[in-house]
């Protein structure tokens, strides 16, 4: 019935030299400056434009200022959410990527701050997050910057600032907001999914990734996408009854366009679940009575039935129930709220309406860290239960959120091994590799060394899942592009590249792991790519800054190899002069420990042939002066700044 194991393949694919040539072509070339959309200095004496989001005042003040003499005031606050707030609906452009930029400042004491955009769309209000709480205070100015895409048709867009408790009295200054065109994808590469062909392999989307160049990358690679929170309870059923399509249709519909399979996730979770499901009929919580039991289980079958068919047959596969292992529980069982007012009848419930209600889809239960032993025959236990009391579930889902150097290969393989006498299906259905062990780390820009181990880690899960052809039936990646990761907020807030492709949506090392190992060289953790750094070094450096505003700015590097032999990698060393951060580099990798920037080749311009050039670019941030670096060392020795 089932296929037997493959034994292990060969990744590498034969890529013509012109194709190669191509692709060092495409990535080198130059980067179009940023474009600025918005800037607010607050020096002519108005609010310029922003106002309050309630009854508080926003006045022009000289009190403090972060550049200049003026800034923004807001006081008479009497709630937390209450701050400036400016109309961005003319200049922000459906799925453009914008790089927003605001200082803040308290009157006195010390609190969060936050940045977000507030939507309206048919007169109902989202709030999207750009930049999640950040410590501030009354001693100085802090920068909050983030990114924002709007993916939706709106009919007001705001951005302002919040604060997480207080209501005191702050200050805003030197507002911007810029974007960098995105790069064209890149398309004399290896489709994705051509190359991995033994199952389905997805991407989890929001709005933003259907559109335009994430669109076509989306298209060109993945075979499958999973909506990543817009079928989730929240999205689907805010209010009791009102069931809502609008975030999940345009995504579902162009998976039908373009011929790909979707996953639905998920229709049972603890997690952004509205308020009103677990609120009993006296608008108390609900508690473990027959009563609350119920009506809770009545509310999930209605839910459950009516997301079911609206989609028919064009969801494959249902993540049914979500995260619902606690390896710390004897009986396995996550104490949420399904579970204390309910018990295991949830699960048992969610399955068998799943089923009726969806006869032709595959009914999947879905966790995290199954590869953890503990966790795993939790989850194995679980599973093996209730198939065995007749509840009608197809498949396990292993979420694979790991790291650079976590798990191992054997402990993943056992994890896939542990399910196979269950005779279910198993897909991997959240996997990202997170550049960070740990949550104390923090970088302003990947380093080539993580990026490489990262490779290894896509290269090597990959060739394992590719093993189990026939047991696993689908590899789905949480996100398309490092441009949108769940994982710059989780655990912590900090810019994190757990995909294959950056965020100006080229293909990173990691994609190479996965499509063609033979790019990246030695097996195991050697940071270098192959080949070496060059022993003497004849170069020349350009360092052109092609855009600045209030606070940010972009540069544009090439390094020229003047000597006669050919380099294999190259890596380029700097310090800033005047406290400069990098934010975002691209078609290279960036290390910064303090004043000291090295950047590492990308995986496609580290060759550079005698009389030849390499360029890279980044987005930073100035204060003050923005001179640039006197010197520059290539692989450790002098190269001249031309
Ligand atoms: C995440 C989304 O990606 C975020 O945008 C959202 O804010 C939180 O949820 N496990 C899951 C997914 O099953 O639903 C989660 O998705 C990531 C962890």
């Not at 590097?557 to 380099?567: C, D, L, Y």
Request: net charge negative; hydrophobic share 40%.
């Amino acid at each position: 019935m089932r296929a037997p194991l493959r034994t292990i393949l060969s990744l590498a694919i034969a890529l013509p030299a012109a194709t190669v040539a191509m692709m060092t072509t495409a990535s080198a070339a130059e980067e179009p400056a940023p474009t600025t959309v918005l800037t607010n200095d607050f020096e002519d004496g108005t609010t310029q434009g922003w106002t309050g989001r309630a009854a508080e005042r926003v006045t022009h003040t000289t009190t403090v200022a972060h550049g200049g003499t003026g800034s923004l005031a807001v006081t008479g606050r009497t709630a937390s959410w209450q701050g400036p707030s400016l109309d961005v609906r003319a200049e922000f452009v459906q799925g453009t990527s914008y790089t927003i930029s605001v200082w803040v400042r308290l009157a006195e004491g010390s609190d969060n701050a936050r940045l977000s955009v507030e939507r309206r769309t048919g007169g109902v209000a989202s709030y999207d997050q750009v930049v999640g709480d950040t410590a501030v205070d009354s001693g100085r100015w802090v920068n909050l910057t983030g990114r924002y895409t709007l993916a939706t048709d709106v009919e007001s867009l705001r951005l302002y600032v919040e604060t997480s408790s207080t209501t005191g009295d702050l200050f805003i200054d030197d507002v911007a907001a810029s974007y960098v065109p995105v790069l064209p994808i890149q398309t004399d590469i290896p489709s994705l999914k051509d190359v991995v062909d033994e199952f389905p392999v997805g991407a989890a989307i929001t709005g933003a990734e259907i559109l335009t160049e994430h669109g076509q990358l989306l298209g060109k690679h993945f075979a499958s996408v999973t909506p990543g929170n817009a079928l989730k309870w929240d999205a689907t059923e805010p209010a009791e009854g009102a069931f809502s399509y609008a975030q999940a249709d345009p995504l579902v519909n162009f998976a039908k366009a373009h011929g790909m399979a979707v996953r639905g996730h998920t229709l049972v979770w603890h997690n952004q679940t509205p308020a009103w499901v677990f609120t009993g009929a006296d608008g108390e919580p609900m508690t473990a009575t027959a009563g609350d039991k119920a009506l809770l289980l009545g509310r999930l079958e209605n839910h459950i039935r009516e997301v079911a068919a609206h989609y028919g047959t064009t969801i494959g596969v249902w993540d049914v129930v979500n995260e619902v292992v606690d390896e710390n529980q004897t009986d396995g069982l996550r104490r949420s709220t399904w579970y204390t007012v309910a018990g295991l009848d949830y699960i048992r419930t969610a399955f068998r309406v799943a089923r009726e209600a969806a006869p032709h889809a595959k009914l999947f239960i879905n966790d995290y860290n199954t590869n953890v032993p503990a966790k795993r025959d939790k989850l194995y236990a679980l599973v093996a239960q209730l198939k065995a009391e007749g509840v009608p579930i197809d498949g396990v889902g292993h979420q694979m959120h790991v790291n650079v150097s976590w798990p191992t290969v054997a402990e993943t393989r056992a994890m896939l091994d542990k399910f196979l006498p269950l005779d279910v299906e198993q897909q991997i259905t959240e996997m990202d590799v997170s550049i960070y062990t740990g949550e104390g780390e923090s970088f302003p820009a990947p380093p080539a060394d993580r990026l490489l181990q990262q490779a290894y880690m896509y290269r090597d899960m990959v060739a394992l899942f590719r093993q189990y052809e026939g047991e696993i039936t689908s590899v789905t990646l949480w996100g398309l592009a490092d441009d949108n990761t769940w994982l710059d907020t989780f655990p912590v807030t900090r810019k994190d590249a757990p995909l294959l492709f950056d965020t100006r949506l080229q293909a990173k090392p990691a994609y190479w792991g996965v499509v063609d190992p033979s790019r990246i060289g030695a097996t195991t953790g050697s940071p270098t790519p192959t080949g070496g750094a060059p022993a003497t070094t004849a170069c020349s450096v350009t360092y052109r800054i092609t855009g600045s505003w209030q606070g940010g700015f972009q540069a544009d590097v090439r390094v020229t190899n003047t000597g006669t032999t050919a380099w294999t990698s190259w890596s380029l060393g700097w310090q800033f002069g005047a406290g400069q951060q990098i934010a975002q580099l691209w078609n290279g990798s960036a290390a910064q420990s303090g004043t000291a920037v090295t950047v590492a080749n990308a995986a496609w311009n580290g060759s550079v042939a005698p009389g030849a050039s390499a360029s890279f670019g980044f987005l930073g941030s100035w204060t003050g002066t923005n001179p640039a670096p006197a010197s520059f060392s290539l692989s450790g020795t002098a190269c001249a700044a031309a």
